[in-house]
């Protein structure tokens, strides 16, 4: 009787996890920038994108640009 009331428990309490989880994912969540635009969760998924290919466009280029540009102030 007891494992069957507890089995009861866990099932209700996943169920209600499940139930949370399932909200949470479903709702609109952002703020505003300043009133601005709203920043939502794919705004912030597109800037981090945007972020991160830049780094990499970055950490691809030669450093002999630097090199050209340090020669180009001296003379």
Known sequence: MTEEHSR???DDVTYKTACLITQQASLDMGFTALGFFAVSKETL????SFVATYVVILLQ???IMEEQSVNATVI
């Open 61 to 63: 280029t030669p450093r």
């Open 45 to 48: 998924l597109a800037l981090f």
């Open 8 to 10: 009861s428990d866990l």
